[in-house]
């Protein structure tokens, strides 16, 4: 009955968690420019794989896997922002303008030099 | 000296964690693993402020608590712009960041960005200032609150 219980629940991750991860990809190619695109991005980076890592938890149960799944979710946390912040980075000095604001990265550029 | 010991500390539970197989002989092999690279750090030289076993306090999981909750409300925002994009307003804002460490600007940095909808576009040391680029009115709204800002700086914890 409870191991019942543990297996639907962690379905309902697992599909919650790749369902966002679909969002996250129609997001991608609806909105408009990159920086729009990279905030669809986030969803797949972040909730997703959080739901998923969770859903696999329910699975494995208790032991060292936990351990182990938990440590690829804490370093998909750590490193999926700095690229991010890299892939913006490199899109400001290649002087491609966010829509909305553009003045604020001339304004970043002559800081710079 | 106290940032080698809390170095093979976490690496030490690292191994632990992952290996699972603690027979004496492999036992002795991850001790010498965390020996060689506690050794090739010193070499390095790049053990700094950052490995400070302080800034691991009980305020890191409650932080980190709070930011998964605040990561999951900002997805279902997003989540909501993918289904709907005419409700996106780009806007690229400035808000003040200051925080008394350059580990706790860092956090701040990419905390933002780790929360979808706000992506940290820029930031230095020393300006006091980060600049962030936000997809909707709301996630704009809530950067300039600077809620998650009071909270960083209590992750900081007081002046030592």
Redesign the interface.
């Known amino acids: 009955m409870i191991e019942g219980l543990i297996d639907v629940l962690s379905a309902g991750l697992l599909l919650t968690g790749a369902g966002?991860a679909l969002?996250?990809g129609?997001?991608l190619v609806?909105?408009?420019?990159l920086?729009?695109r990279?905030?669809?991005g986030?969803?797949t980076?972040?909730?997703a794989p959080?739901l998923i890592v969770a859903g696999l938890i329910l699975q494995s149960g208790i032991s060292?896997l936990t351990?182990?799944l938990l440590?690829i979710l804490l370093f998909l946390?750590?490193t999926?922002?700095?690229a991010?912040?890299a892939t913006?980075?490199a899109a400001?000095s290649a002087g491609i303008k966010?829509?909305?604001?553009?003045d604020?990265?001339k304004e970043?550029a002559s800081s710079n030099t | 000296m106290r940032y080698f010991i809390a170095l093979a500390i976490v690496l030490a539970l690292l191994w632990l964690g992952l290996s699972g197989v603690y027979k004496p002989l492999i036992l002795i092999l991850g001790a010498a693993s965390v020996a060689l690279v506690v050794w090739i750090t010193e070499r390095m030289e790049v053990l700094g402020a950052e490995h400070d076993p302080g800034t691991l306090s009980w305020r890191l999981p409650v932080y980190w608590t709070w930011l998964v909750w605040e990561i999951i409300l900002a997805n279902l925002m997003v989540a909501r712009a993918v289904i709907s994009p005419g409700r996106i307003k780009p806007t690229l804002i400035r808000i003040p960041a200051t925080t008394r460490t350059r580990v706790g600007l860092v956090t701040y940095g990419n905390s933002i960005t780790l929360t979808p909808g706000t992506v940290t576009t820029g930031l230095s040391d020393g300006s006091g200032e980060i600049q962030a680029h936000a997809l909707l009115e709301e996630a704009a709204e809530g950067l300039r609150s600077g809620d998650m800002l009071k909270r960083v700086q209590w992750l900081e914890g007081p002046e030592r």
């Open positions: 966002f969002l996250g129609i997001g609806r909105f408009p420019d920086y729009t990279l905030h669809a986030g969803i980076d972040t909730i959080l060292l351990i182990k440590l946390l750590f999926t922002p700095t991010s912040h913006v980075r400001i966010p829509q909305g604001a553009d604020a990265t970043r």
